[in-house]
């Protein structure tokens, strides 16, 4: 029996959708959108998320080496936002976690396991400075020391608790002055200079305030101490 005109025409097209059909069961994923491609002519648009960056831990724009913790350190903005403290894709220390103050805001990580040791703020405009001492001088060996500034970060600094952050690594804590924004990683006998520290006093951007730091990187884990 041969097929009139219409139903020819009928039967190929329902050829041609089976073959699709097939195509797409078997090959799936880019080629059937090829064969969708090929059929169509329409080329697929990539959507919002497919263009944005990728973002790794604690929004670094490119993942850290193994046994590296991922940092990002935000200085408080004049003294209306607080300052913000990120390990590891953890918020040490925010406002939001309620835990910020005006001064110098603390986290210690342990620098082998990159476990949080603590957290603290001094308050560097009306508190004791011995608080402060207090709490760097017993520093274990190898313990990683998350800085971030908030307000006023210099008013009560002495000489010994300058000398303190020396030890730790900074190079800025000597001419850290009224209301200078200040971001600092550094850790309790380490034979350097600290490479993460950034100070800013000149900016003016907020009615005598500078403007809020951002830093972030990758630091190595230490190998265990012996004994």
Known sequence: MRLTGPLRAVAVLLLVG????????????????SMRHFFTG?????????????????????????????????????????????????MLVSSVKNNVGRG????????V????LDTKSFD??????SDLLK?????????????????DAATKMND????????????????LAFRDSWVFVGAKGIENKSPFEQNTKSSNKYEGWPESLEMDGCIPLRPPLEG
């Open 18 to 33: 089976l073959t699709w059909l097939l195509a797409n069961s078997l090959f799936g994923g880019e080629s059937g959108s």
């Open 42 to 90: 329409a080329s697929e648009k990539p959507t919002a998320a497919d263009t944005r960056p990728r973002k790794y831990k604690c929004g670094l724009s490119a993942p850290c080496p193994a046994k590296h913790l991922a940092f990002r350190l935000v200085s408080g903005a004049a003294n209306v936002i607080g300052p913000k403290i990120c390990v590891e894709d953890k």
């Open 104 to 111: 110098l805001n603390i986290a210690l990580v342990n620098g």
């Open 113 to 116: 396991t990159g476990e949080l």
């Open 124 to 129: 560097m405009w009306a508190g004791d400075i």
């Open 135 to 151: 709490y760097l001088r017993p520093l274990h060996e190898g313990t990683l020391v998350f800085v971030a500034s908030f307000d």
């Open 160 to 175: 010994e608790s300058r000398r303190l952050f020396e030890e730790l690594g900074s190079t800025a804590v000597k001419e």
